[in-house]
């Protein structure tokens, strides 16, 4: 792609429909306090954590039940106006913006545990509830619901943009771990996907096709999830490495050897110091694998013991255990702040976070390439990875007020992407397309993947309501 095509989704295609005042009327008829057009309000619901300016949603609907989801999109479909889901804003990509004007559907007080099925490790949520308060809610049961994004994300949004997070390597993302879904369709038809059964082969997977479309052909209204027993024993550690390449090389020995690891985060040196700063800790300012190991004592004794000894092989050194709860929060705590401790590190900056994942044999070429890139550039960044799965993360801060630099840090994306592309990954390997990824997408699955895409958008959105503008223009 030429420089002009690499860097078009700099600025969104902003295409406002009019807000017609009799749904306004209707809306606030029907919704009372619970609609809001105070500015205040509609500009909290009209930006996330992208760099992207946006005009505010014409009006909020604070939604407590499926009802009234179920209403507003009914009330909005019925003057072809957009709706887009709203959860707790803290997408990257520009999911909740509203590109077209048109209505935020904030599913935040939809925030019960509807019920836990124990026996059968399953439990079902609203969709505003966040993934801190399930954990909390079946620890009691001896379980817990594994899929960790970092920030405290409502279940609903890291549905609807298939998240993952530090766990998955070896729990698998939000694709393995929904069982069901309840949607609100672009009608205001309220149907249900799935059931709690382990498997099915019954008719076409509609939950997988939810998860993941980013509000794009439903609001998410329920969800079921797995669970998972408590391990019976959790232990941490870090270590160090001269290079990111030796850290890297143990990531992909450990993958390769098969070794049942639960966690195994990637921290560059840079971003360790913003850490240390940030959390006031003493971690050695060096490459880090912060890792975690779960199992028997036992299992979870050796599983480390084999990663310190293949750690070695790559002068791996200052291996640290945190074996205590407090411990461990303290560590991964750190870690899920390095975003807030890297904008902390240039007052005044934003950050342009992206991701990609490649697989696990290509991750050493592709993770090392972009850290050239980046440090040749000039642009301070921060990178975290869960490579793992071969998925990691940049950041790169820079002053919103000089164009120039947002510029160059979209450079660098684009090459970062087009690189994971050439290696057979993928353009965002947790955060979702949104507005940021769309160019990515068409080069990645091609023109006849996206166009199928269009045509299922259209067959269950005909008026385009839902969310639109974003993963692909129309």
């Known amino acids: 792609m030429n420089a002009p095509a690499q860097l078009a989704h700099l600025v969104p295609d902003i295409q406002q429909r009019p807000m017609p005042a009799e749904l306004l009327a209707a809306l606030q008829s029907r919704f009372s306090s619970q609609c809001s057009t105070a500015m205040a309000v509609r500009e909290q619901h009209g930006r996330d954590e992208s760099v992207y300016d946006v005009p505010p949603p014409a009006a909020v609907v604070f939604a407590q039940n499926t009802q009234d989801v179920s209403d507003a999109v009914t009330l909005a479909a019925s003057h072809k106006v957009p709706v887009i889901p709203f959860g707790v804003g803290s ?12 209505i935020s559907i904030d599913v935040s007080r939809m925030d019960q545990v509807l019920s836990i099925n124990a026996e059968d490790l399953t439990v079902t949520v609203q969709p505003g509830v966040t993934r801190k308060a399930v954990n909390e809610a079946v620890k009691s049961e001896g379980l817990f619901f594994p899929i960790d994004p970092g920030a405290d994300a409502s279940i609903g949004g890291m549905a609807a943009t298939r998240a993952s997070g530090t766990n998955a390597v070896r729990y698998g993302t939000m694709r393995e771990n929904v069982l069901a879904l309840e949607v609100v369709t672009a009608s205001g038809e309220v149907i249900r996907t799935g059931t709690r059964a382990k498997k099915s082969s019954a ?13 794009t052909l439903g609001v998410i209204t329920e969800v ?31 993958i390769q050897l098969g070794v049942p690891i639960a966690r195994c985060e990637l921290i560059d040196a840079n971003t360790v110091r913003m850490v240390n700063a940030h959390s006031k800790l003493g971690l050695r300012e060096e490459h880090m694998l912060l890792m975690e ?26 291996f640290q255990w945190a074996t205590t709860p407090e411990e461990r929060t303290r560590l991964w705590t750190a870690r899920h702040n390095a975003y807030f401790a890297a904008i902390q590190s240039k007052p005044g900056c934003r950050a342009i976070s992206t991701d990609t994942c490649v697989p696990i044999s290509r991750l050493a070429d592709c993770l090392l390439d972009s850290v050239a890139e ?3 550039s000039g642009i301070p960044y921060f990178l975290v990875g869960h490579v793992g799965d071969g998925n990691f993360h940049f950041g790169y801060l820079i002053d919103p007020a000089i164009p120039e ?18 290696l057979e990954g993928t353009c965002t390997g947790e955060h979702g397309v949104g507005l940021h990824k769309m160019d990515f997408l ?33």
């Open 442 to 474: 068409l080069t990645e699955a091609g023109t006849g993947a996206v166009d199928m895409m269009r045509s299922i958008k259209r067959a269950l959105d005909p008026d385009n309501i839902l969310n639109p503008g974003k993963i692909f223009a129309l």
């Open 405 to 422: 630099e947002r510029e160059r840090a979209e450079v660098l994306n684009n090459q970062l992407v087009a690189r994971a592309l050439r």
């Open 374 to 376: 980046a440090d040749a």
């Open 224 to 254: 079921t999830l797995k669970l998972y027993p408590l391990p019976e024993a959790i232990s941490a550690a870090t270590c160090s490495f001269p290079t990111i390449e030796a850290a890297v090389r143990t990531v992909i020995q450990v």
């Open 293 to 318: 190991f779960h199992g028997s004592p036992a299992s979870v004794k050796e599983q480390a013991e084999t990663v310190q000894e293949i750690a070695s092989e790559f002068e791996g050194n200052a």
């Open 203 to 215: 008719g076409y997977d509609l939950t997988r096709l939810m998860v993941g479309s980013e509000g």
């Open 91 to 102: 997408s990257l990509e520009g999911h909740l913006l509203a590109v077209q004007g048109g």
